[in-house]
């Protein structure tokens, strides 16, 4: 397994090419917290050299007396090691894809010994196939042996071993994983009970708690260091549930799975990633936070799999210029962009142009968060959602149905891109976030007879009633010309966009003809003159953007807030 961002933890970090946070951190790698390969397959990325490791003291605060910080940690690591173990991996590998021969030093040369020796060693020495090895860290959360790590550290693995604290050596069995969190349970058989840690809750932890890592960091089994809490709620794009806990306690290649005690001795995290331009640790390490994990991994261990709740519907983020065409004072919650059929909401209880505000009590402050929050709930649980409807908050109550990719298949509740990842459906996740950007995917075929599309600008003027100008918009009724122009189902009903100003505010929101406007202000449209009238009293309102719904050619929605100014 390799230790960096080639491991086939393939939705991983996305952190190398999460550039935002990149950018941020202004550091030009990540890595997982993971695995130390004691060999290397050809073809699979070498090891990088191993960074000198970090302090194992506490990290000095000014300001703050140093009685107020742990002075040691030591009676608290010394009943905790034993549960903490290093997991060791090895899987069959095939080394003909992509392998040359391995170079050979000349003959007689005075280090050919040591240069063949160190070839074969990276090639594995004998045979077209393999072994290779890597390590990772566990803890233990039952004395009858179920035991935490990453996913990263096994997958793939042929055989998995958990080595504990004493010497001693156990074979393991997988009982399941979920990649969509990076977390695996699995389940050795002592022969006398083991020293287990349990779960905290770490919605309790604040930034600044003082925090330990246990784990294996580069091979180095029952390694202690200590640090606190430098960031909570980070989305480092790993998965769909991204919701980490930043720390700057040492946490290097080795450590991934490895538990984060707060000073309680209880797991409040399981270490996963760092950011890192050479392998080593520079303070910044992110967990999987207990509040997540913890029944992520109740779920493996009864059913082998993740039963999660689901909504079935799309959602975009609330944009600042979506917020104020709905009247909100913030940019806050997630826009309902269009319900799955056969969803446990087609019943009209939420509707296309709601924004989820609150899911059972909990509050969505952006649109990341209500997939986390649905997946977490209870399959068939009812729960009380608020949403902002026609300009009112009102509470709905919805019965959630169970995350599946094949009844989300059967009903046609994939995302643009394929995607069933969530507990909603998010949009395209290489679409712009306000969902705004132009798509120049969808080819216009001109109405026989009439003039040919403009090559610069891909507009069309189809045969059809009396245009309206509104919003830089040219606009008409929908009818069979304008379908077939533009290549428009037979289910999308509205008003047809026909032209574009090229400079208007419309086309900056990445509007284009063939785009068919479905409402104005969560009001349907019927003609033209019906949108030039919507628009009107909407600035009439003081309103400074005009919330749309757009429908694409094929019927996918989107919700566009275009300035009216």
Known sequence: MAPTIGSPFRRTLALMAGAAILAQAGVSGIAFAQTTPETAAPGVAAPIPAAPAAPQQVPPIQGVVPNNGPASVADLAEGLLDAVVNISTSQNVKDDE????????????????????????????????HNVSSLGSGFVIDPTGYI?????????ADDIEVNFANGSKLKAKLIGTDTKTDLS???VE????????????????????????????????????????SGRGRNINAGPYDNFIQTDAAINKGNSGGPL?????????????????????IGIGFSVPSELASGVVEQLRQYGETRRGWLGVRIQPVTD????????????????????????????SIKAGDVIL??????????????????????????DIVVLRDGKEQTVKVKLGRLEDSDQAASGGAAPDGSQDDGVITPDPDENDDMDQPDTGDQVQPVPGAPAPDQNQGQVSPDAATPKNVLGLSLSLLSPETRKAFGIAESVDGVVVTEVAPDSASAEKGLKPGDVIVEVAQEFMKSPDAVAAKVKSLKQEGRRNAQLMIASANGD???VAVPME
């Open 358 to 383: 609150k899911f059972d009590g909990k509050a969505v402050n952006e649109m990341r968060d209500l997939p986390r929050v649905v997946a977490e709930s209870t399959v068939g649980k009812e729960v």
């Open 148 to 156: 935490v790590t990453n996913n990263h550290v096994i997958e793939g």
């Open 98 to 129: 992509g392998v040359g021969p391995a170079p050979r030093a000349p003959d007689g040369s005075p280090f050919q010994e040591f240069f063949n020796d160190f070839f074969n060693k990276q090639q594995g020495g004998k045979g077209p196939n």
């Open 190 to 229: 002592p022969k006398a009970p083991l020293k287990a840690v349990k779960f905290g809750d770490s919605s309790e932890m604040r930034i600044g708690d003082w925090v330990m890592a246990i784990g294996n960091p580069f091979g180095f089994g029952g390694s202690v260091t200590v640090g606190i809490i």
């Open 557 to 559: 929605l989107r919700f």
């Open 185 to 187: 349970v699995l389940k």
């Open 261 to 281: 005690f707060n000073m309680k001795g209880e797991v409040i995290g399981i270490n996963t990633a760092i950011i890192s331009p050479s392998g080593g640790s």
């Open 321 to 348: 210029d979506i917020a104020d065409s709905l009247g909100l004072d913030t940019a806050k919650g997630a826009l309902v962009a269009g319900v799955i059929k056969g969803g446990p909401v087609d019943d009209g």
